[in-house]
């Protein structure tokens, strides 16, 4: 199975700045997906961004960016301009095309979550 | 918009008991899995489904079991709920096919405690 690392268990940055969250994993297939989810207190997980292996390019979606590094296995993300609701467990998943036993279903794999606290 | 609803946020259950959750999505995802979330472990899975009736194990099946009978509807069960399963559960959805399925739809979770 595939795994996926976030050696960051909590991170902090001051509002209005810039902070970046790591996440590595660990594959053998080429072709693959992942993904950031942002999971606010109390409230739903929700996708913040989303990078496809085939694609060079890094993954922009307003404040945040990805660096995608396939030869490193390597996926950080980047939030730009800080702002007090970014606050949240920040986790990185992994999507394979086929699951072990063959089937399409694509599901995720998450690492252990980054904590971000926002100060004011 | 997606919506995936879970049937309790906060559960208090003694062990012993048999303990249902229900998840419900409204956009005829065919695709549904069930995560228990723990601090510091993040996000396990523990079955999933890619069509009604169907299921596979995911990481951590020992305990649960789940139903499908219904496209909507995804069931875990916990037939003889331990201590060890106070843990928050997740529920997701999403589409098997297309650009759309890469994104899995999170329910708001069920906080459940066994006492």
Request: charged share 25%; net charge neutral.
């Amino acid at each position: 199975a595939q795994t996926v690392t976030q050696s960051q268990p909590e991170m902090s940055v001051q509002e209005a700045e810039t902070v970046t969250l790591s996440c590595t994993y660990d594959t053998s297939e080429s072709d693959y997906y992942l993904f950031w989810y942002k999971q606010p207190p109390s409230r739903q997980m929700i996708l913040v961004i989303r990078q496809e292996a085939y694609k060079q390019q890094n993954a922009t979606e307003n404040r945040f960016s990805v660096n995608f590094q396939k030869a490193a296995k390597s996926f950080s993300l980047k939030i730009s301009d800080s702002q007090l609701g970014d606050a949240a467990m920040y986790f990185c998943a992994y999507r394979s095309e086929t699951s072990d036993r063959g089937s399409t279903l694509g599901r995720l794999y998450f690492g252990r979550g980054t904590q971000l606290t926002v100060w004011p | 918009d997606v919506k995936v609803t879970q049937s309790s946020r906060y559960l208090v259950k003694r062990t012993g008991e048999k303990v249902f959750l229900e998840c419900v999505q409204d956009m005829d995802h065919e695709n549904m899995f069930w995560y228990r979330q723990d601090p510091g472990l993040g996000l396990r899975l523990i079955y999933f489904s890619y069509d009604v009736k169907m299921k596979e194990k995911g990481d951590i099946p020992e305990g649960y079991s789940v139903s499908r009978e219904k496209k909507e509807r995804f069931s875990l069960i916990l037939e003889s709920a331990s201590t060890n399963q106070t843990s928050m559960y997740l529920c997701a959805s999403s589409l098997s096919e297309g650009l759309s399925s890469y994104e899995q739809y999170f329910g708001p979770g069920t906080r459940l405690t066994v006492t």
